[in-house]
Nanobody, 123 residues
């Protein structure tokens, strides 16, 4: 199983970024995919997740209404569109594969993780 996250970078407050996660080595259409983030000195936290069929999505309260998760079955990819960015969104963002088909918030449900992509939001 391999997950390659990309799209991070520097954005201004109120700006947007789109993260991508390209997956390989497993049946992409069978499992939920999630995004998590970890800021320096803080614990890793759940951001968003999408179910196997793309219709089930869940979000952390802190990003609801600003971030949108989606998946592209043709490209085996999951995207995280991040709008109205805030400095507190600055973190390393990780994508991960759930062992289940439906999305969950617990990191323990995600056995495979990508390498992370850094997002920095300037004030």
């Amino acid at each position: 199983v391999q997950l390659q996250a990309s799209g991070g970078g520097l954005a201004q407050t109120g700006g947007s970024l789109r993260l991508s996660c390209v997956a390989s080595g497993f049946t992409f259409s069978s499992y939920a995919i999630g995004w998590f983030r970890q800021a320096p000195g803080k614990e890793r936290e759940f951001v968003a997740a999408v179910g196997w069929n793309g219709s089930g999505t869940i979000y952390a309260d802190s990003v609801k209404g600003r971030f949108t998760i989606s998946r592209d079955y043709g490209g085996n990819a999951v995207y995280l569109q991040m709008n109205s960015l805030k400095p507190e969104d600055s973190a390393v963002y990780y994508c991960a594969v759930n062992r289940r088909s439906f999305p969950t918030r617990e990191a323990s449900a995600y056995p495979y993780w990508g390498q992370g992509t850094l997002v920095t939001v300037s004030s």
